[in-house]
């Protein structure tokens, strides 16, 4: 039962990442107010990203619970990976996003100037795949730290 709530929360959040990706961030040519659109549907995202990450912290302590050294070992160097790759996406990505703005949000020639770093321009600095799946490694792996003991 554990594994279906697992699931269906991961689709939900993940459903939500993808929403405010794709459909609630603008581009740089368009113009908006001062309130993000994707305000209220992140309001709605929170507590099922909650849950989310509650069950997939459950899951990393139960899949550690009797770890053998072979078994912790290739976790690391899958977590290794993951956060290598999705770390690199997400950096290249922001850094593609910024020259593409002609800035930061502190810089005046900039089409961010003025705005906060979470701005409806940069929704998808926050939520998308890569964010997704470091937030969701880190709460696996953080699951890890409860294991009862390593076993040869």
């Known amino acids: 039962m554990k594994n279906l709530s697992w699931y ?14 794709y459909y609630f961030t603008l581009d ?3 113009k908006v107010g001062n309130l993000n659109p994707a305000f209220f549907l992140i309001v709605l995202l929170v507590p099922f990203l909650c ?15 009797t770890a053998t050294k072979g078994k912790l070992a290739s976790a690391i160097l899958i ?5 290598i790759l999705a770390g690199g996406t ?11 703005f002609g800035g930061t949000w502190n810089d005046s020639k900039s089409i961010i100037y003025g705005r906060s770093p979470f701005n ?8 998308n795949e890569s964010v997704f799946l470091i937030i969701h490694t880190i709460a696996f792996s953080l699951g ?5 003991k390593v076993t040869d």
């Not at 939900?12 to 405010?20: A, D, K, W």
């Not at 849950?51 to 550690?64: D, N």
Request: hydrophobic residues 50%; proline residues 2%.
């Open 144 to 148: 890890s730290l409860f294991r009862s």
């Open 90 to 100: 997400e950096y290249q990505y922001v850094t593609s996003q910024i020259e593409v």
């Open 51 to 65: 849950v989310s990450l509650f069950i997939t912290w459950s899951v990393g302590v139960s899949f550690f619970e």
């Open 8 to 21: 269906i929360s991961l689709g939900i959040s993940f459903l939500g990442f993808m929403v405010i990706n």
């Open 79 to 83: 977590i290794v990976v993951i956060f």
């Open 120 to 127: 409806s321009y940069t929704n998808d600095w926050y939520f």
């Open 28 to 30: 740089p040519t368009e």
